[in-house]
């Protein structure tokens, strides 16, 4: 959520940084300017009755023990009381038209990123080169299956469309690669936590995914009035709720986690005739990073989220490209990303393997998520930034389509072939 303060004193300088993400929230600030300016009127016009009231009732007794006639002024306090709560309700729903106004604005992107859609994407930097082959390659979802890999059938055949089962050595890759992310991150220092995938609607609204964004997730409510769950889109969702409304210490700092999790996601549309297989799914694995910081860290912690996705797929022997976003092409709730994207042949393009943002103090206010600096004693809104290390729907189909061989066998990455009993070469079974 943005500062409010913010708003005040630049209105104009707000909206002009949201039209970078294409978004024109001119007349959603207009109104936000308007409830706030209501909402500390009738808080002043509240506090200024309530004392009167308070005033007043330390007078009744005197009068009372006095012998006075109160017939007057308790009709007055009647008639304040009435007034006292009429305010109230109308703070109250002051209150809820403007978070809910707020809650829709989406972060500002930091100054430096181009506006404008991913057609203003930059390439950072690339790694290898594309594989030529001298044979006709073969696309993931062939060889996948040729391999005994995965079976498409039957997962569509169990879920429905955009799932799938891994089997024999299929599974088993799937889980090298996420032992190989995990052992990764503990051996840099980062706490493996593993949540809950059915997460309550506050941990939706402190990430930025409510309540602009519920289509995108499976919500599950069986019965009226039962508390809203929803099955999590990524562990960023846990792991950036893990500390709402704490108050941390600033040797805390920072915290960095990674979970494993399966993901969810609602796909809506059709899949493009390149999407076959598990290039775009509702379910697919992920390991997440996730850093709590001191704002004056976040950007470092930011460079050290890419370099370790970056450092995670290069040692795979992928070619890969590093892309920092556009404004408008960062999601809703980020200040920044860049996008880590593999190279898979079949599709003669890439595909985002890890996403790495920084949401600077945006989900930490909506979540109330602060620190206690130690030089001043005062709480602050910490910054919270996330990674993907890594996503594997898209990692193994690039295994198998850059490490084909004439005869339909894949090569094993050797960073991979530790946690296969040292198999070197899937081939059919």
């Not at 308070?54 to 017939?71: F, L, R």
């Amino acid at each position: 959520m943005l500062d409010i303060r913010l708003i005040r004193e630049d209105a104009a300088g707000v909206k002009a940084a949201l039209l970078k993400k294409e978004v024109d929230a001119s007349a959603a600030i207009d109104d936000i300017l308007e409830l706030d300016t209501r909402r500390r009127e009738l808080i002043q016009a509240t506090e200024e009755q309530k004392s009167e009231q308070n005033k007043v009732s330390k007078q009744i007794p005197a009068m009372k023990k006095a012998g006075e006639d109160t017939t007057e002024i308790m009709a007055q306090m009647k008639t304040l009381s009435e007034s006292i709560k009429a305010q109230d309700s109308a703070l109250r729903d002051v209150d809820g038209a403007l978070k809910g106004l707020m809650l829709g604005l989406p972060n500002m992107p930091d100054p430096d990123l181009p506006g404008g859609g991913k057609e203003n994407n930059e390439e950072l930097r690339t790694f290898g080169v594309p594989k030529v082959f001298d044979f006709e390659p073969q696309n993931h979802v062939d060889l996948c299956t040729n391999l005994g890999l995965i079976d498409y059938e039957r997962g569509a055949k169990i879920a429905g469309s955009g799932f799938w089962v891994y089997r024999g050595m299929g599974a088993r890759l799937e889980w090298a690669l996420l032992n190989y992310f995990i052992d990764t991150h503990l051996g840099d220092g980062y706490e493996l936590v593993l949540v809950p995938h059915l997460l309550n609607y506050d941990a939706g609204v402190t990430a930025g995914q409510f309540p602009k964004f519920e289509n995108d997730v499976f919500l599950l409510q069986h019965d009226e009035g039962e508390q809203k769950r929803f099955l999590l889109p990524t562990s960023e969702t846990a792991l950036v709720s893990l500390h709402q409304n704490e108050i941390l210490t600033e040797a805390e700092l920072p915290k960095k986690y990674i979970s494993y999790t399966p993901c969810y996601r609602r796909e809506a549309g059709s899949y493009r005739a390149d999407e076959r297989g598990m290039i775009r799914g509702h379910q697919f694995n992920k390991v997440e990073m996730v850093q709590y910081t001191r704002p004056e860290d976040s950007d470092a912690a930011f460079d050290e989220l890419v370099d370790k996705a970056e450092t995670l797929v290069r040692n795979l022997g992928f070619h890969f490209r590093t892309v920092r976003l556009a404004a408008g092409d960062c999601s809703a709730s980020m200040a920044r990303t860049y996008d880590i994207e593999i190279h898979i042949p079949s599709m003669e393009g890439y595909k985002e393997v890890s996403s790495v943002s920084n949401a600077r103090d945006y989900q930490a206010r909506r979540g109330m998520v602060r620190f206690r600096r130690e030089e001043t004693g005062k709480p602050e809104l910490l910054h919270t930034l996330n990674g993907s290390g890594l996503a594997t729907s898209r990692i193994l189909p690039a295994i198998v389509e850059q490490n084909q061989q004439a005869d339909g066998s894949v090569v094993v990455p050797e960073v991979l072939r530790p946690y296969l009993g040292g198999v070197e070469v899937l081939v059919k079974p």
